[in-house]
């Protein structure tokens, strides 16, 4: 009898014993479910954090910003938009920069002229109207290279490409390109009339060139005084002084030009 007590104390006892045992394993399942549940749901949190609307909104965001800077940044301003508009109605490129299909010759033109005779051009711009009494007595080749290019209709559309404030206004390269060379009319000649006494003064207009008897299409018209000799001066301003000085005024130290201004035709009347 004591041994029968004894087998049921200890069969009592191993009962408890397992019972505390699957106790024990299922309070570790839970914390180990809790675990798991806690590590999911912290990376589904980041993984949402990271790929939040308020994150693709901010992203958005500086991109417009960016784009918008960026369009300020190239868009024309409201003065370049008006004198390009000019000269679209005058039928030319939309950009002032845009390249110019003009011709070439080989040699420059044969006299034509009369140096007798009064030369006048008319130069019309998207800024206005500016008249130049051509001196065909001083410098008859010089000033029938520029007759000859503006009834061929050589100048229209072209920029002034190179404009310094007062110092001068500087156009007639086909490349619309700032002062640099190109092919001009496919020929170069002499200077002539190119070291006038006391230098030159506002109003006068001359031949650009990279050197001695390189003169082709480029041409400048001067605001202030000029001392430097080299350039075949061949014209003044006689008339719509006013125009130069507003193309003037729209240069820079660098010679680029803040607003590009475009000669729309160039005429020249013979008396």
């Not at 030319?92 to 110019?100: I, V």
């Not at 050589?154 to 920029?159: I, K, L, P, Q, R």
């Amino acid at each position: 009898m004591p041994s029968e007590k004894r087998a049921r104390k200890r069969a009592a006892r191993d009962a408890k014993m397992e019972a505390l045992a699957r106790q024990g394993r299922r309070r570790a399942a839970v914390r180990r479910t809790i675990t798991v549940v806690v590590i999911v749901a912290v990376g589904v949190g980041i993984y949402f954090l990271v790929r939040s609307p308020s994150h693709k909104a901010a992203t958005s965001a500086s991109s417009t910003s960016t784009t918008s800077i960026s369009s300020t940044t190239t868009a024309a301003s409201p003065a370049q938009a008006t004198a390009d508009a000019a000269a679209v109605a005058a039928g030319c490129p939309q950009s002032p920069t845009t390249p110019l299909n003009k011709p070439t010759w080989s040699s420059p033109p044969p006299m034509t002229i009369n140096a007798s005779n009064t030369y006048t051009a008319t130069v019309k711009t998207d800024a206005g109207t500016f008249t130049i009494a051509l001196d065909a007595k001083d410098a008859p080749k010089t000033v029938n290279n520029f007759v000859f290019l503006a009834d061929q209709h050589f100048f229209d559309c072209m920029a002034f490409m190179r404009v310094i404030p007062g110092f001068m206004n500087q156009t007639g390269s086909p490349n619309q390109s700032n002062g640099g060379s190109d092919s001009g009319p496919g020929y170069q000649f002499a200077n002539e009339n190119a070291s006038p006494p006391g230098g030159y003064t506002s109003g006068e207009v001359a031949m650009a060139n990279s050197g001695a008897n390189t003169n082709g299409s480029q041409f400048f018209v001067l605001v202030g005084p000029y001392n430097n000799s080299g350039y075949s001066l061949f014209g003044t301003v006689t008339s719509g002084m006013a125009v130069v000085q507003k193309i003037n005024a729209d240069g820079s130290a660098s010679g680029t030009p803040v607003v590009t201004h475009r000669m729309l035709s160039v005429t020249v009347a013979e008396s």
